[in-house]
């Protein structure tokens, strides 16, 4: 279940700089700093393979995953060829089973505490173990670096669009300074969720996920009960509507209480529930200090004068094409001409290219002179040449390049004639055009002049 907010469209005459910013440091520090990891981990193999007890050390890890971790141990493919490759690298990182080790009679001695040592200090280089949120060992500068620290690339992308979807609207009506004091105040109440509900126990909590989350608190919690537009996708289905914003809270607290139930314990779920309800709670308590900017809050609720172009462009976001070409066809009837329909229902009908699109096309290069009308033949011209059925009348396709050569779109009139060129057995019609589109070029060191002329040559020639 995905529910996210689509009711503000970024402006960027007012650019929302700290979310900007946040997304580049996150970025910075994965590709600048976290991907030293990728060399560490062969080396760390290799080390690991070499220790004189490493047998032993696996021999009682898959006792201990058996009898104190069961669903652990059942995901691990026995059978396979990567087994001891999986177990070998799920042991290095479980820190409960190496305090676990320290207690086996098995392994005693100087020799094997000094591979351990040697091992672990270069095992604590990761990343994510220096500076990764440990509820086992708290500290308040791992509750911040690991606000920018990410798994993978693929956890780095997923947070950065949540970031920016929540971040650009939030920052516009909150306030920079607000915004970005809000952002870390639910990523430390994210992180202190997670310790307080991991108390004691070994682990690595990573990612910007729960300061987003918090985002996602604050964005509720700034609109409260004004019905806002939001887009959801349950399934196979998805589609918009309009909620008062506070009445989304339960679904999306619900969605991480199901996940930390029954969902990959890979995830930090109590990151996210302490980051979502900090986030409604903070925004709610601090309302009257926020300085929340009310105009911008409620320039998308107000009624508004109904704009039947921004009627087409809502329906096609909305991918309800359908309903937008019926919409475009009937505006076309009551306003034949207009450039601004015309447009709409062109990007509409290019989509199936049958003959009313073509019929369409005709009607739109016969539009009488205008400055308007012409930007709109010369904006078609480049996607209807990829599928160019009109063009393969000669009388039309020269009738079609003269109007671009007088209107001066010189591109697109060359883009017309290389393809009528190709396709029409009426080649003569298009002499004119192309002797006046090479004059055009003439001295100017184009390529498109040297083409031209031979276009021209071969036409003379077989005349």
Same mark, same amino acid.
């Given at each position: 279940?995905?529910?996210?907010?689509?009711?503000?469209?970024?402006?960027?005459?007012?650019?929302?700089?700290?979310?900007?910013?946040?997304?580049?440091?996150?970025?910075?520090?994965?590709?600048?700093?976290?991907?030293?990891?990728?060399?560490?981990?062969?080396?760390?193999?290799?080390?690991?393979?070499?220790?004189?007890?490493?047998?032993?050390?696996?021999?009682?890890?898959?006792?201990?995953?058996?009898?104190?971790?069961?669903?652990?141990?059942?995901?691990?493919?026995?059978?396979?060829?990567?087994?001891?490759?999986?177990?070998?690298?799920?042991?290095?990182?479980?820190?409960?089973?190496?305090?676990?080790?320290?207690?086996?009679?098995?392994?005693?001695?100087?020799?094997?505490?000094?591979?351990?040592?040697?091992?672990?200090?270069?095992?604590?280089?990761?990343?994510?173990?220096?500076?990764?949120?440990?509820?086992?060992?708290?500290?308040? &500068?791992?509750? $911040?670096?690991?606000?920018?620290?990410?798994?993978? =690339?693929?956890?780095?992308?997923?947070?950065? +669009? %949540?970031? !920016?979807?929540?971040?650009?609207?939030?920052?516009?009506?909150?306030?920079?300074?607000?915004?970005?004091?809000?952002?870390?105040?639910?990523?430390?109440?994210?992180?202190?969720?997670?310790?307080?509900?991991?108390?004691?126990?070994?682990?690595?909590?990573?990612?910007?996920?729960?300061?987003?989350?918090?985002?996602?608190?604050?964005?509720?919690?700034?609109?409260?009960?004004?019905? &806002?537009?939001? $887009?959801?996708?349950?399934?196979?289905?998805?589609? =918009?509507?309009?909620?008062?914003?506070?009445? +989304? %809270?339960? !679904?999306?607290?619900?969605?991480?209480?199901?996940?930390?139930?029954?969902?990959?314990?890979?995830?930090?779920?109590?990151?996210?529930?302490?980051?979502?309800?900090?986030?409604?709670?903070?925004?709610?308590?601090?309302?009257?200090?926020?300085?929340?900017?009310?105009?911008?809050?409620?320039?998308?609720?107000?009624?508004?004068?109904?704009?039947?172009?921004?009627?087409?462009?809502?329906?096609?976001?909305?991918?309800?094409?359908?309903?937008?070409?019926?919409?475009?066809?009937?505006?076309?009837?009551?306003?034949?001409?207009?450039?601004?329909?015309?447009?709409?229902?062109?990007?509409?009908?290019?989509?199936?290219?049958?003959?009313?699109?073509?019929?369409?096309?005709?009607?739109?290069?016969?539009?009488?002179?205008?400055?308007?009308?012409?930007?709109?033949?010369?904006?078609?011209?480049?996607?209807?040449?990829?599928?160019?059925?009109?063009?393969?009348?000669?009388?039309?396709?020269?009738?079609?390049?003269?109007?671009?050569?007088?209107?001066?779109?010189?591109?697109?009139?060359?883009?017309?004639?290389?393809?009528?060129?190709?396709?029409?057995?009426?080649?003569?019609?298009?002499?004119?055009?192309?002797?006046?589109?090479?004059?055009?070029?003439?001295?100017?060191?184009?390529?498109?002049?040297?083409?031209?002329?031979?276009?021209?040559?071969?036409?003379?020639?077989?005349?």
């Amino acid at each position: 279940m995905l529910i996210i907010p689509a009711e503000r469209k970024l402006d960027w005459r007012d650019p929302p700089l700290i979310t900007l910013l946040l997304i580049i440091i996150n970025c910075v520090v994965f590709f600048g700093y976290q991907l030293k990891d990728q060399s560490i981990y062969p080396e760390l193999m290799e080390t690991y393979e070499k220790m004189p007890h490493s047998e032993t050390e696996k021999t009682l890890y898959s006792e201990y995953l058996s009898q104190n971790k069961p669903e652990d141990w059942a995901r691990i493919p026995l059978d396979s060829e990567d087994a001891n490759m999986i177990l070998t690298m799920q042991l290095m990182h479980d820190m409960e089973f190496e305090e676990h080790l320290r207690t086996q009679p098995e392994l005693t001695g100087s020799q094997w505490k000094d591979d351990r040592e040697s091992f672990e200090q270069l095992r604590n280089q990761l990343s994510y173990i220096d500076f990764g949120f440990n509820p086992a060992q708290p500290s308040l &500068i791992d509750a $911040f670096v690991s606000m920018f620290l990410h798994g993978d =690339f693929g956890h780095l992308l997923g947070n950065m +669009i %949540f970031l !920016f979807i929540f971040g650009f609207a939030l920052e516009a009506v909150m306030g920079r300074l607000a915004y970005l004091a809000t952002y870390l105040a639910t990523g430390f109440a994210a992180t202190g969720l997670y310790w307080a509900m991991q108390w004691g126990e070994q682990g690595f909590g990573v990612g910007a996920s729960g300061a987003i989350a918090g985002l996602m608190g604050a964005y509720l919690g700034a609109y409260q009960v004004r019905r &806002i537009q939001f $887009f959801y996708w349950i399934g196979p289905y998805f589609n =918009f509507m309009k909620a008062p914003a506070l009445i +989304i %809270f339960p !679904f999306w607290l619900g969605k991480e209480v199901i996940g930390q139930v029954f969902g990959n314990t890979n995830i930090n779920y109590w990151a996210h529930m302490g980051g979502l309800i900090s986030g409604v709670i903070i925004t709610l308590a601090a309302r009257p200090w926020l300085n929340l900017v009310e105009t911008k809050l409620e320039e998308n609720t107000k009624t508004k004068t109904f704009d039947p172009i921004m009627a087409i462009d809502d329906l096609i976001n909305q991918l309800q094409h359908d309903k937008a070409m019926q919409l475009a066809e009937k505006l076309n009837q009551d306003h034949p001409g207009n450039p601004d329909i015309l447009e709409r229902l062109y990007s509409l009908k290019k989509r199936n290219r049958n003959k009313s699109f073509h019929q369409l096309v005709l009607s739109i290069i016969k539009l009488p002179r205008t400055e308007a009308n012409n930007a709109l033949i010369a904006s078609i011209t480049p996607s209807y040449c990829e599928s160019p059925t009109l063009l393969k009348n000669g009388k039309l396709s020269a009738f079609w390049i003269n109007r671009l050569i007088k209107s001066s779109y010189y591109s697109e009139a060359y883009q017309v004639i290389q393809t009528a060129f190709a396709i029409t057995d009426d080649k003569e019609n298009l002499i004119p055009c192309i002797d006046e589109l090479a004059s055009h070029y003439r001295g100017k060191n184009d390529q498109r002049y040297q083409n031209l002329i031979k276009l021209l040559s071969s036409l003379t020639t077989t005349q």
